[in-house]
């Protein structure tokens, strides 16, 4: 008799119908709890009102909390930072935008955008300068790159840095930045007559000035701001020293996209268990509307996906720890997990009717952020088109 037929089968679990958990180490588990415990605590019973009145009250507050738990730079080395595994990252970020994509989009900017540039292409004193304190939230941070009249192009971005005797003199304007008008540092990346190269900007800089943008139907929980830089005065050595061109701003957008794999399938679990838990107490013709077949269709292709998504982004990010991500596969799972996250919101939004609209329900808040976060860190378009390139070999961008 084979060994596996004298083991019992382990139950079911609805949570976890693959049985993902067992590919994951205790610490790895350990730190998706203690993550999910902190949302649970100090986001999920405030955010329907924070959603509705379009702020994030607290900010400051919160960043240090997450600076408390290793949550921000969570995957750098040194400098106060966890040194977590890329998994380990994810699952972090799974969890918090289980709770809403503005709470993982503040963690991912701080973390895999702007902490990220400093800590791969700083210098040693602006590591030492920066990253302890925006580990430990006491300094938030924002990255610039996208502009008013330029998104997915950022070749052609206006923004300009020239030389002043020692110094550099920044100007230009960058639009749809999280975290903006709370930032203490802002990551900016300018054309120089050199190529494009990024500046650690000091907020409080004369000439700098960073507008809340308002009337947001998505992220209504995040500060997103526009960066307005009228000659912004520069040492010497506030410029990004280890990178120059497009290569620097796009290799932390990768690393930015990495986290919203994971991510989004957060918002798509929470839509997802609103959806069952409704549909086995929702009666209708006398019993609940979860027993009717339709309904049972609509959950079994939408658990399908959600697990399917969830082993995707494990899978990245076991690459990434052996150092094998490639961007184009990046790429495939940004792609991937945020559309199929949007249409389990969606879906779920039928099963709950008309309750589905209301923000006693999670379920309409993630379908509206997750239509930014398929915007953002690349459209689909772009997505598409890159792994079209990898796949023909033929440039379809130009």
């Known amino acids: 008799m084979s060994a596996s037929a004298r083991t019992p089968l382990p139950p079911f679990d609805p949570a976890d119908p693959l049985g993902i958990d067992d590919l994951l180490a205790p610490e790895d588990l350990a730190i998706r709890d203690t993550v999910r415990g902190w949302a649970a605590d100090r986001v999920l019973p405030h955010i329907a009102d924070w959603y509705e009145k379009g702020e994030l009250p607290g900010i400051h507050e919160l960043a240090r909390e997450l600076g408390s738990l290793g949550a921000l730079g969570m995957s750098l080395e040194g400098y106060g930072c966890a040194g977590a595994s890329a998994v380990q990252y994810g699952l972090a970020c799974l969890e918090l935008e289980a709770a809403d994509s503005g709470i993982r989009s503040l963690v991912s900017v701080q973390g895999s955008l702007a902490m990220y540039a400093i800590h791969r292409f700083g210098s040693e004193e602006q590591r030492q300068r920066w990253l302890p304190g925006m580990a430990a939230g006491e300094i938030i941070g924002c990255f610039g790159l996208t502009e008013p009249d330029h998104g997915s192009d950022p070749a052609a971005m206006r923004t300009y840095a020239k030389r002043d005797g020692a110094d550099w003199l920044l100007s230009g304007r960058k639009m749809w930045i999280t975290n903006g008008s709370v930032a203490g540092v802002a990551v900016v990346w300018a054309q120089t007559g050199e190529g494009i190269r990024g500046f650690v900007v000091p907020t409080d800089s004369p000439g700098f000035s960073a507008p809340e943008i308002k009337h947001k139907w998505s992220l209504r929980a995040s500060v997103t701001s526009e960066l307005v830089m009228d000659e912004v005065r520069l040492p010497a050595d506030a410029v990004l020293p280890e990178v120059v061109g497009l290569k620097g701003p796009l290799s932390c957008l990768s690393h930015a996209r990495y986290g919203i794999v994971w991510g989004a399938m957060g918002a798509a679990r929470a839509s997802f268990e609103a959806a069952v838990e409704y549909a086995k107490t929702r009666e209708q013709f006398g019993r609940p509307i979860g027993g009717f077949q339709l309904t049972q269709a ?101």
């Open 298 to 398: 609509k959950l079994a292709d939408m658990a399908v996906e959600l697990h399917k998504g969830i082993l995707l982004a494990h899978h990245l990010g076991r690459r990434l720890d052996t150092g094998r991500l490639r961007p184009e596969q990046v790429s495939f799972g940004k792609l991937n997990n945020v559309r199929e996250a949007i249409e389990i919101c969606r879906t779920s939004r039928t099963i709950l009717g008309a309750n589905g609209i209301s923000l006693e329900y999670p379920v309409m808040r993630h379908a509206t952020n997750l239509e930014s976060v398929l915007t953002y860190e690349g459209t689909v378009e772009m997505h598409q088109l890159v792994l079209g390139k990898a796949l023909t070999g033929l440039d379809a961008f130009r």
